[in-house]
């Protein structure tokens, strides 16, 4: 009996596998049964051109919404390499981006400009933008793309906490020309419009980028793009190829948890957070050591902090200022300095954060509106937890040898008193009577220095 129940779930193992394929309809499974059906029908034995005429195309495409960094940098060239190694027809990167940082702009231009297929760069929904690095991308892409109503442009590069000499801005000016003359050259594109927005930073509509050669399409949607790009010749390192996308299966490269996570962490607002949040914890744990939780939190937060450091362009004189806070807010409760190292230490992190974000672009610094806050709710948690810690430290004891001192006994002959329940040896130098009350102004051993009490 028992051997027949093995060999039946025996079996049902092996044909899962072939029932989840027969109940799984998709286009790849209709298409295989199309090229059973030609070469039953029609006789043929060239079976790979029958598959490759019957298998549906790919077009895998990828949103970008916010600020391009080194994590947009990474999803685009994983991207890149999924869609070469599936032989996709076309990768599209939907793009909304206020700008990036430099060093992953060109990261991404690069990758794109070197792919073994076509990429599209589309400006949408409805109401996005390409600005700065996303003006870079949408030249160097084979095909761009704009929806209604998006705009492109302002390009200049912009570098640095502080504003650079004439010198070095006039270096990286023309640098950023050179990349995307050479990506307008490369694909076919306004060169003189890409001059200006780089070094004019001039912006331009959609119908606007059409009229000036800056794009190739407008595209209301996705599937009117793939509908407009069909039969298109694009050239692909060095061969031209024609795009077959009549009824291209469409799929999202979706983002992954750890992508979404690092995007999160190394968003400037948060990664300012995340050091306030960790600086702030690690103080509470100085102040009341064994409370744990606070020093492990602010432990985890630190460490994910320095981190988002080690990606963004990080002015670390900032960064120093931020420390200073902390330092002022432990040596708060050391000195006596009637809060002023507080107000120190909210001023200091203030202007930490200010200067963290080494660029001058205001998309990609810390925002005034969580600078403000963060500074404020730091500086009232810190000076809150001081005065709590300080008046700990000034309440009379409740036990031990300092917990005796001010406490009212009553004499009770030979010597002793009556105190918290017990009779204790006293000395004094007055006189004391039975039932007299004394007070304790000295520990001696086992021994209490008592006065009469006033």
């Not at 391009?68 to 999924?82: K, L, S």
């Not at 010198?167 to 694909?187: G, L, P, Y």
Request: proline share 4%.
């Amino acid at each position: 009996m028992r051997r027949s129940i093995t060999l039946v779930l025996f079996g049902l193992l092996l044909l899962s596998p072939l029932v989840a394929f027969t109940l799984r309809a998709t286009p790849v499974e209709d298409a295989v049964k199309n090229v059973i059906d030609a070469v039953t029908d029609t006789g043929r034995t060239d079976i790979d051109d029958i598959i490759e005429q019957a298998l549906p195309t790919v077009v895998y495409t990828l949103k970008i919404d916010g600020v391009i960094g080194v994590v947009t940098d990474a999803r685009i060239e994983e991207a890149v390499e999924y869609a070469e190694d599936e032989d996709a027809e076309l990768l599209v990167i939907q793009l909304n981006t206020p700008g990036g940082f430099v060093a992953a702009t060109w990261s991404i231009c690069e990758s794109i400009l070197n792919a073994d297929i076509p990429v599209c760069v589309y400006i949408s929904p409805e109401g996005a933008r390409a600005g700065s690095a996303g003006v870079y991308m949408t030249y160097a892409a084979h095909i761009a793309a704009m929806a209604p109503a998006t705009n492109i442009g302002a390009a200049h590069p912009v570098s640095g906490g502080e504003a650079m000499d004439s010198v070095m801005n006039e270096k990286v000016t023309n640098d950023a020309v050179a990349q995307i003359k050479a990506a307008a050259q490369r694909r076919g594109r306004n060169a003189e419009w890409a001059e200006q927005a780089v070094r004019e930073s001039v912006s331009i509509t959609s119908n606007e980028a059409l009229e000036n050669n800056v794009i190739d399409l407008i595209a209301s949607d996705i599937n009117d793009l793939l509908r407009k790009l069909n039969g298109r010749a694009v050239e692909v390192s060095g061969t031209k190829r024609t795009l077959e996308l009549d009824h291209a299966r469409v799929e999202p490269i979706k983002r992954t948890f750890i992508h979404r996570f690092l995007e999160v962490i190394t968003f400037p607002d948060i990664a300012f957070l995340l050091l306030a949040i960790g600086g702030l914890g690690i103080t509470v744990e100085i102040w009341n050591p064994g409370a744990i939780f606070p020093g492990v939190v602010g432990a985890i937060a630190t460490i994910l902090a320095f981190y988002a450091f080690s990606i963004l362009p990080i002015n670390y004189a900032g960064v120093a200022l931020i420390m200073l806070a902390f330092v002022l807010f432990i040596a708060e409760i050391k000195i006596a300095s009637a809060g002023l190292l507080t107000v120190g230490g909210v001023i200091s992190l203030f202007l930490g954060g200010m200067m963290l974000i080494d660029t001058v672009e205001p998309a990609l610094r810390v925002s005034w509106t969580v600078l403000v806050t963060v500074s404020v709710f730091v500086g009232v948690v810190a000076g809150a937890i001081m005065l709590l810690v300080v008046k700990a430290s000034k309440r009379q004891p409740f036990s031990g040898r300092h917990g005796m001192i001010g406490k009212i006994g009553e004499v009770r002959g030979n010597g002793m008193i009556y105190l918290d329940g017990a009779l204790w040896k006293i000395e004094c130098d007055e006189p004391l009577e039975v039932g007299q009350k004394v007070v304790v102004v000295e520990v001696d051993s086992l021994k209490l220095i008592v006065k009469k009490k006033s």
